[in-house]
């Protein structure tokens, strides 16, 4: 039996409606687009009756692991019973649109590209884009952590952040990082930086591979002409055990790369309150049309990184993108199209009962 043209394989958790959801966009999308692919569904700890559902999703495999071994260990399953030279992994939340795949494999295809994502948007219409990825580095994750300290530091680093979101997200090109949602690589990639590590239990395993294709030499590409939907939030997963894992990767990728000192200055800042003047209140998620601008969101004081959205017309948060974040302040910046300068910031809390 010959190997399909591509290997995709869906990680999930507690998500049989959105695997389900996501596989459809995959067979449609494949069908247009005249490439034979295999789909392998990987579960990663959900129990017999999520798998039973599992099994009328339309996968050609349904991988049906005994223990939650988060994301990378959900994906390196698959990754085992892959049979193409080119692979695509994707959370369970993601839908693909028409001429999503090939342009990324396309692009992979290029021996210089490590990995390739597309891009990515948070609504349905595909108004509201979600970061092309964002790197850690000691002083970004710092910035994160101390944004108003030093608010005209503060304004240069967004908006160098913004140009280049923006160039990312109109013109594609290499990257410093990827956001992990979809990721498209070759196996010969895979043969060489090794696997996700599953010491990771949640986020940060794709960052940490990302910086080892990075130091083979290889780039991180943004690919605009593939566009995908990632309904992000709306996993199933309890959100205190979501953000139980979430912590305990982000201390050991600090640990890992900045070690002891590098680490605990960073854990120092993660406690202590941002500083910043309060922004704007608004009563509701709603931004003025500002011709030439863009409106940044984030539920981080410092914006970064941040999904956005052109200000041609005013902007609403879209009701399904509100009902799925977490009960948290969302921050929102105005800034310039033509240098990334922010204008105005602003605020906004749902009230919840």
């Not at 049906?64 to 019973?81: D, F, I, K, V």
């Not at 992979?108 to 979600?130: C, I, K, N, S, Y």
């Not at 013109?171 to 599953?198: K, P, Y």
């Amino acid at each position: 039996m010959s190997a399909p043209d591509v290997s995709v394989v869906v990680v999930t958790h507690r998500s049989a409606t959105e695997a389900t959801g996501c596989i459809e966009t995959l067979r449609s999308t494949l069908a247009r687009e005249n490439l034979s692919g295999e789909i392998l569904l990987v579960d990663c700890g959900s129990g017999p009756a999520e798998v039973r559902r599992l099994e009328s999703a339309g996968a050609d495999l349904v991988l049906a692991l005994a223990e939650n071994r988060g994301y990378s260990g959900g994906a390196n399953a698959g990754l085992a019973r892959a049979r193409s030279f080119r692979l695509l992994l994707t959370n369970a939340d993601v839908a693909f649109r028409e001429g999503a795949i090939r342009p990324l494999l396309d692009a992979v295809d290029d021996r210089r590209v490590g990995a390739a994502a597309p891009l990515t948007f948070w609504d349905e219409q595909e108004h509201l884009r979600l970061p092309p990825g964002w790197r850690p580095t000691f002083r970004s994750d710092l910035a994160q952590l101390s944004a108003g300290r030093r608010p005209s530091r503060d304004r240069r680093r967004f908006a160098s952040a913004a140009r280049e979101t923006l160039e990312l997200w109109q013109r594609g090109g290499d990257a410093r990082h990827l956001s992990g949602a979809v990721l498209a690589a070759r196996r010969e990639t895979f043969d060489r930086a090794g696997r996700f590590d599953e010491s990771f239990p949640f986020e940060y395993e794709e960052t940490e591979w990302e910086d080892r294709v990075r130091g083979l030499g290889l780039a991180l590409r943004v690919v605009p002409g593939s566009r995908v939907i990632h309904r992000w939030g709306s996993s199933a997963a309890p959100a205190g055990a979501t953000a139980d894992r979430r912590l305990r990767s982000r201390r050991l990728y600090w640990r890992t790369k900045y070690g002891r000192v590098g680490s605990a200055i960073l854990e120092r800042a993660a406690r202590r309150k941002p500083e910043a003047a309060s922004p704007r209140r608004l009563d509701e998620p709603r931004v003025s049309a500002h011709p030439g601008a863009w409106v940044a969101l984030s539920t981080n004081p410092s914006l970064l990184p941040f999904a956005g959205a052109p200000l041609d017309e005013d902007f609403v948060l879209p009701s399904e993108v509100a009902g799925r974040l977490p009960p948290v302040p969302l921050y929102l910046r105005t800034f310039r199209s033509s240098d990334g300068e922010p204008m105005e910031t602003f605020v906004w809390e749902e009230e919840r009962a």
